[in-house]
C-alpha cells in the first residue's frame, strides 16, 4: 500500500518560516501534491512535484525526492490566516489519478 | 470558489436509510473524484469517474456506489446507512485523468443518527 506520513501538529510563529515534512512509500508513486484545508472547508490545491527538486510559488515552496520518498512543505513570512491542515498526497499509478492522502498536519500560527 | 458544486450541503438521516449526492465537476473537467472525510481517517479516495466511465476504485464500501452522467455530473449513492457513516463527503473535478490538479466542492456533511 502507500502509507503516507506527516507530523500531526505544529505550531509556528507569525512571520517565521516552517517546514512540514512527509514521508511515503515509493512503491508505484507518481508525483506528490500538497493541499490546505482550513476547518469544515474544502482542501485547496497549493503544489505539484512530480520530478525531484524545489518548486517555488510565492510564500509557499514544496521539495521532492523520489529516492528518499520524501517531501516537504516550506512556508515563508508566515501569517495567522495559514493556520490550517496541510495535506501530502501521493499518487498512485495504475489507472486513472488515485491519491493518497495523508491524515494532515494541522499548522497553528501564534502571534 | 473552485466551480465544483455539491448538494446538499447537510444531510441528517436515519440508520438504515439511503441517500443521494450530488456533484457538478467544474466547467470543462471530465474527471469527477468522491472523497470521504471523517475525524478519525482523514481524506479517503472513494471513486473516480472519467467522461462517464469508472476509471479507479479506493476504499468503497459495497453500500455506496457512484455513476457519472453525460452532461458529466455525478451521483454518489449511500444506502443502508450505519453511524460510521458520518462523514464530510467530497466531490473533486479535474481536467483530465493523468496527474492533474483536483479542484474541492465545498462538500456534503452528513449525519446518521
Known amino acids: 500500500g502507500q502509507n503516507i506520513d506527516q507530523p500531526t501538529e505544529m505550531t509556528a510563529t507569525e512571520g517565521a518560516i516552517v517546514q512540514i515534512n512527509c514521508t511515503y512509500q515509493?512503491?508505484?508513486?507518481?508525483?506528490l501534491f500538497w493541499y490546505q484545508q482550513h476547518a469544515g472547508e474544502a482542501p485547496t490545491f497549493l503544489s505539484y512535484?512530480?520530478?525531484?527538486g524545489l518548486e517555488e510559488k510565492g510564500r509557499f515552496s514544496s521539495f521532492l525526492s523520489r529516492s528518499k520518498g520524501y517531501s516537504y512543505l516550506l512556508l515563508k513570512e508566515l501569517q495567522m490566516k495559514d493556520s490550517a491542515s496541510y495535506l501530502c498526497?501521493?499518487?498512485?499509478?495504475?489507472?486513472?489519478?488515485?491519491?493518497?492522502f495523508g491524515t494532515g498536519t494541522q499548522l497553528k500560527v501564534e502571534l | 470558489d473552485s466551480g465544483v458544486t455539491q448538494t446538499p450541503k447537510h444531510l441528517i438521516t436515519a440508520t438504515g436509510q439511503r441517500v443521494t449526492l450530488r456533484c457538478s465537476p467544474r466547467?470543462?473537467?471530465?474527471?469527477v473524484y468522491w472523497y470521504q472525510q471523517s475525524l478519525d481517517q482523514g481524506l479517503q479516495f472513494l471513486i473516480q469517474?472519467?467522461?462517464?466511465?469508472?476509471?479507479a476504485k479506493g476504499n468503497i464500501l459495497e453500500r455506496f456506489s457512484a455513476q457519472q452522467f453525460p452532461d458529466l455530473h455525478s451521483e454518489l449513492n449511500l444506502s443502508s446507512l450505519e453511524l460510521g457513516d458520518s462523514a464530510l463527503y467530497f466531490c473533486?473535478?479535474?481536467?483530465?485523468?493523468?496527474?492533474?490538479?483536483?479542484?474541492f466542492g465545498p462538500g456534503t456533511r452528513l449525519t446518521v443518527t
Open positions: 473533486a473535478s479535474s481536467v483530465g485523468t493523468g496527474n492533474y490538479e483536483q479542484y
Open positions: 515509493t512503491s508505484g508513486f507518481n508525483g
Open positions: 512535484n512530480v520530478l525531484d
Open positions: 498526497a501521493g499518487v498512485i499509478t495504475g489507472g486513472g489519478n488515485k491519491l493518497t
Open positions: 466547467s470543462g473537467d471530465l474527471s
Open positions: 469517474y472519467y467522461n462517464g466511465e469508472e476509471r
